[in-house]
């Protein structure tokens, strides 16, 4: 029984992915307009159940499947029949024939475009029914009759039906706007205002970036031919509807990430379009062939094939993870560009312990010049600035010298040099400059070199494999090096002597006014006192959630929800809810815990977790705070949200912030959140929370939300 409602969330999806949506509400509107034509709405509801069962019987009932891929090609075909053929026993004995073709079609057609990164889109559909046309007007006759001759040529310019509602609202609205909502209807081959404007209200709920782009589109597309009179007696509102509009809003705002340069492409796509209409209709006139949405399909494939072949360029993004909705496409982008550097770069620590001083930075005024300029010389200081103890004369003098120097990542050692004599203070070995050195290889093309290290007291030789954190050697004054220092740089080449890389450490502190900050996947600047994060075990433990972690969490009104912690086949880690299907990823890096997403019921006690534990720095003194931002999306006021999303490929003017903290407590840590909204600048509080850790273990969380006050308790199971 449970199959059932699944199975019916896949019917309207192979109505709604029509529009590149998953949207229930557009997806049930799409249904009941098809039959608005009885004997379209039939055979296309038909042809989708049809295709779903054949398909479910080869097995290939994967994501695909479940969001209508594999069947909206066959609803295409079941309306278009209803359209352009007469009704018999030879219409009902050849359509599952079609239908076959067409599910057959698809899977071959999509396997092969998938692995170029492109789809399908109506290409199935378009040429099974050219099959069907042509074998209907051939010498061996299949029996399938056309309407009427001009019922093909109807689609693109017949009047329709004027009477009742459809007549008043077609002399009483403007053309433009009854041509707007004709064009809309002609998707489902129809030419019909009612439908036009139920299909526009389900594109709006949908989504208010496709909305607006398909209004965009139509207005570029009269407005040119009113200035070149391509089509002296107007645009067929098929071609606007099915070809110009869709392949606009395709493009801007589905394939590609909303912003001003994905509409500037939906605009291009316009005269593109005319070009490809006019030359395809002269082309396929000669088989008495309709070129239905061929124009569409050849345009978005072209341009998805350009812009993977040119590369990925900042601001005109491909949309990788798709979530078919234009706004939570770009929301999700918008919320992780800066939140993932855990997956862009390699977790780098400083390669020292306690606080050491930057005395030199990039480009500094000393050594690092030019194509070796983005290095750092590191040593420690005292209350007072100096580097070493009175008198000064000695290397050992130096606060740093012979003090720990530690692999900053995991890797290989490549290179060691561990003979070099160490200079009297104020001398200088400019023959060998670099003098004791360590070269580690950490990925391919990503070298750390750590030099001027004391002779003889390097620990590791090459070819060893070294964890992050481990002892290489000591600090040192070895080559060019008038008074102990730390040389550190990160390069592309093993080499000593290879030119440096700009690279970020990912986590340490940065002490001011003698209070840390943390920073996160940047570079130290000169003068600067840092150190790695010192971390809570207790907190670090309790957070540590690994494959196979189960939990039972029991709310105050006795509800429960089973959580398990899993890992995708990127290996990135997420928490799904046995009870609710809710997944929450996220990434525990040693140094904080934080979400990257959620999806699903957000009335679940993982989202409010997810709310509460938004990002978690293992570190227990108060004046430590996470701070981050979530999806704009989980704002409150949604009627602010829709007018967001009108602007959001532009301009955004809604936040929705999350900042966190630790209270050490006489029985464990209290993690006290706050969740607010920054609109138009002002602040609007949204949720507070806390998260109970105690002996290592989570132990309960309170969210008070929207009015809400929720509880509940950890039972942990292993």
Not at 652 to 672: E, T
Request: glycine share 8%.
């Amino acid at each position: 029984m449970k199959q059932i409602p699944a199975f019916i969330k896949t019917v309207i999806n192979s109505y709604s992915v029509l529009f590149f949506s998953q949207n229930r509400v557009l997806g049930i509107i799409l249904l009941l307009v098809s039959f608005f034509n009885p004997v379209s709405g039939f055979a296309g509801l038909g042809c989708v159940v049809f295709s779903l069962l054949i398909t479910k019987l080869l097995k290939q009932d994967g994501e695909h499947y479940r969001a209508g891929i594999y069947s909206f090609n066959s609803l295409l075909l079941g309306i278009a029949f209803g359209a352009f053929f007469q009704v018999n026993l030879i219409f009902i004995s050849w359509l599952p024939v079609a239908c076959f073709m067409v599910v057959l079609a698809t899977i071959i057609i999509s396997r092969r475009m998938e692995k170029a990164g492109l789809p399908i889109l109506s290409l199935p559909f378009i040429l099974i029914f050219w099959l069907v046309s042509l074998a209907s007007n051939s010498i061996f006759n299949t029996g399938i009759l056309q309407k009427s001759s001009s019922l093909l040529e109807e689609i693109y310019t017949g009047p329709g039906n004027l009477a009742g509602a459809e007549g008043y609202l077609a002399t009483a609205l403007p053309k433009l706007l009854s041509l707007f909502f004709r064009s809309l209807s002609a998707v489902l081959f129809q030419h019909n205002i009612i439908a036009g404007i139920l299909i526009a209200l389900g594109i709006l709920v949908h989504s208010r970036i496709a909305f607006s782009l398909l209004i965009i589109s139509f207005l570029t597309a009269c407005g040119l031919n009113g200035i070149t009179h391509t089509y002296p007696e107007g645009i067929s509102y098929y071609h606007l509807g099915a070809n110009l509009m869709m392949a606009s809003m395709a493009i801007g705002s589905f394939f590609t990430i909303p912003s001003l340069r994905s509409y500037l492409l939906a605009i291009l796509c316009i005269p593109l379009g005319f070009v490809l209409i006019n030359a395809l209709t002269t082309l396929m006139a000669l088989h008495a062939l309709p070129i239905f949405s061929l124009p569409f399909c050849v345009l978005n494939i072209s341009l998805l094939y350009f812009l993977i072949l040119i590369g990925h360029h900042p601001k005109l993004q491909l949309t990788t993870a798709q979530h078919y909705s234009p706004e939570k496409n770009l929301y999700h982008v918008l919320n992780l560009q800066n939140r993932l550097n855990d997956l862009k770069y390699i977790r780098l620590s400083l390669p020292f312990m306690g606080y050491w001083t930057v005395s030199q930075g990039y480009n500094g005024a000393i050594t690092h010049k030019g194509e070796w300029g983005q290095a750092l010389d590191f040593v420690i200081t005292d209350d007072e600035q100096k580097t070493f103890q009175y008198p000064g004369t000695l290397p050992e003098h130096f606060y740093c010298f012979n003090k720990p120097v530690l692999a900053c990542g995991d890797g290989v050692v490549e290179l060691v040099v561990n003979h070099v004599e160490d200079n009297d203070i104020s001398e200088e070995n400019l023959k060998e400059n670099w003098g004791n050195t360590v070269v580690i290889r950490h990925a391919e093309g990503l070298y750390s070199k750590l030099s001027h290290l004391k002779k003889n007291s390097i620990k590791v030789k090459p070819g060893d494999t070294v964890k992050q954190g481990d002892l290489l050697g000591f600090c040192g004054n070895s080559g060019r090096s008038p008074e102990p220092h730390l040389h550190f740089q990160l390069q592309a080449t093993p080499y000593i002597g290879s030119k440096t890389l700009s690279y970020p450490f990912a986590y340490y502190f940065n002490k001011k006014d003698n209070q840390n900050s943390l920073e996160s996947y940047t570079v130290p600047n000169e003068n600067e006192l840092i150190s790695n994060p010192e971390i809570n075990v207790s907190l670090k433990k309790a957070f540590d959630l690994q494959p196979g972690f189960v939990a039972k969490l029991i709310a105050e009104n006795g509800a429960t929800e089973e959580w398990e912690i899993f890992k995708d086949a990127l290996n990135q880690s997420y928490i799904y809810s046995k009870t609710t299907g809710a997944v929450a990823y996220f990434i525990n890096n040693g140094t904080m815990f934080y979400f990257t997403s959620f999806y699903g019921d957000k009335t679940s006690l993982l989202h409010y977790f997810y709310i509460a534990a938004y990002k978690v720095i293992f570190n227990d003194a108060g004046y430590i705070q996470a701070s981050d931002e979530f999806p704009v999306s989980l704002t409150s006021n949604k009627l602010l949200l829709w007018l967001q999303d009108f602007t959001a490929p532009f301009y955004r003017f809604i936040g929705v912030k999350y900042k966190s903290g630790i209270q050490v407590k006489k029985a464990g840590l209290n993690i006290v959140s706050k969740q607010y909204q920054e609109i138009a600048g002002k602040t609007i509080p949204l949720a507070e929370s806390t998260v109970f850790v105690d002996h290592g273990s989570l132990q309960a969380f309170i969210i008070n939300i929207n009015g809400k006050h929720i509880e509940a308790q950890w039972s942990t199971e292993n």
